[in-house]
């Protein structure tokens, strides 16, 4: 038994290391390559919006901690907005990905910082642009030219900023099972052909209230090598024969 439970923990964790190691890394931006630029305005690659980011407070900063350069935003919600804004504030690039990006079987993960006292539930999203097809597959047209959308986490899937308390945090993000254009419950993104990556905080029926400041870095999208996804595999297989072993 003692070997039994040996070799589970080991295979269950090679396949953890496996998987997070052996990754094709599609598309990353960690902020390192804007040394000595403060104001993001200037990298000609991403446009920091929406209604209650404080203008012209984003800047790259680097606590000298190892991590290098990441974006800080300053963000104040007050209460009673009507009607609440959309997006409160985001990050969206300034242009599209050239060439376009095949992101199939692909998640992408972003670290995230805050000042705030309290975690704001339900607010952040991942957006991609890309072309779109319907729930059979097939590209959508309009006057002979595809029909290009954005989408995002639907309302009840979007994830919580964290408080300052719980420090730098890594969030995840599906793309084919989790991404959706909240305006055509039909459309599905053609991941491969991703035009752009962008990242909302959300307003999606209650006023967000919240002030303080988000710090953001290593955007990250990747897809596991196929032998890191067996691997991770013969673990799920070999835990569930563990279990079924022990229940006997």
């Known amino acids: 038994m003692k070997k039994l439970l040996a070799l589970a923990a080991v295979?269950?964790?090679?396949?953890?290391?496996?998987?997070?190691?052996?990754a094709t890394i599609k598309f990353q931006e960690t902020f390192n390559a804007y040394t000595g630029?403060?104001?993001?305005?200037?990298?000609?690659?991403?446009?920091?919006?929406?209604?209650?980011?404080?203008?012209?407070?984003?800047q790259f900063l680097n606590d000298g901690d190892g991590r290098g350069n990441y974006l800080s935003l300053d963000f104040n919600s007050p209460s009673g907005g009507v009607p609440p804004a959309w997006v409160s504030f985001g990050?969206?690039?300034?242009?599209?990905?050239?060439?376009?990006?095949?992101?199939?079987?692909?998640?992408?993960?972003v670290d995230l910082r805050s000042t705030l006292a309290a975690a704001v539930a339900g607010v952040l999203s991942i957006e991609i642009v890309a072309p779109v097809m319907d729930t059979e597959g097939i590209p959508v047209t309009v006057a002979g030219n595809p029909l290009i959308s954005n989408f995002r986490l639907l309302d009840a899937n979007l994830l919580d900023i964290p408080d300052a308390s719980q420090g730098w945090q890594t969030m995840l993000f599906g793309f084919a099972s989790e991404l959706r254009d909240p305006d055509r419950a039909w459309a599905r993104p053609i991941l491969t052909e991703v035009q752009k990556i962008?990242?909302?905080v959300l307003q999606t029926g209650n006023d967000f209230v919240a002030q303080g400041n988000l710090d953001i870095d290593n955007i990250t999208a990747s897809v596991p090598e196929p032998g890191a996804m067996l691997l991770c595999g013969f673990a799920t297989l070999f835990g569930f024969i563990y279990r079924k072993r022990l229940n006997k």
């Open 11 to 22: 295979v269950a964790l090679t396949g953890i290391a496996v998987s997070q190691s052996n």
């Open 198 to 200: 962008n990242l909302l």
């Open 91 to 109: 990050m969206a690039r300034d242009n599209s990905f050239s060439p376009v990006l095949d992101l199939t079987g692909a998640s992408l993960t």
């Open 37 to 58: 630029i403060n104001d993001p305005a200037f990298t000609s690659s991403w446009d920091i919006f929406g209604l209650e980011y404080v203008s012209d407070s984003a």
